[in-house]
């Protein structure tokens, strides 16, 4: 029934590192961990323990309030895109921030700077899963232009 699914996560991060299907999910459970939104998070941060570090930062993408789960962006059976994304770089923030993206959004990047779309990624600016700076930025505002523009 899940051939693909399971040729996906052997060709993946998760595979590499020799989990199989059942350190996962539970063969006669109910639901499924992504069915599940409390299981489906306490299953993710149980291995990954620096991202929840970040989630309990001041600033985060609200998994703490259980407005969105790890398999919003990340795909945990596959290896497709750079860190088991499931879609390319800015394509996954794109899907909940369209309105803000830098070109043609409101960003604040594109006023009196040249950050086309493309030139500039969200992850070089923004922490994905949380940070101490406002709009989970990755250093304060003051020293945010400093990191690339040493002449700022």
Do not use: W
């Amino acid at each position: 029934c899940h051939a693909q699914t399971v040729e996906d996560l052997a060709n993946s991060d998760h595979g590499f590192a020799g989990l199989k299907c059942a350190d996962c999910h539970t063969v006669h459970e109910n639901k499924t961990p992504s069915q599940d939104i409390e299981a489906e998070i306490k299953r993710c941060l149980s291995c990954h323990p620096a991202q929840e570090l970040e989630f309990k930062n001041s600033y985060s993408h609200p998994l703490r309030e259980r407005q969105i789960r790890c398999s919003d962006c990340h795909d945990p059976h596959s290896g497709r895109n750079d860190k088991m994304l499931k879609k390319e770089g800015d394509k996954v923030c794109a899907d909940c921030h369209a309105n803000i993206m830098i070109e043609g959004g409101k960003h604040p990047a594109r006023l009196g700077a040249d950050h086309s779309l493309g030139a500039v990624k969200c992850l070089d600016c923004h922490q994905a899963h949380g940070s101490n700076f406002s709009k989970v930025l990755k250093y304060d505002s003051a020293q945010l232009c400093r990191a690339c523009h040493s002449d700022r």
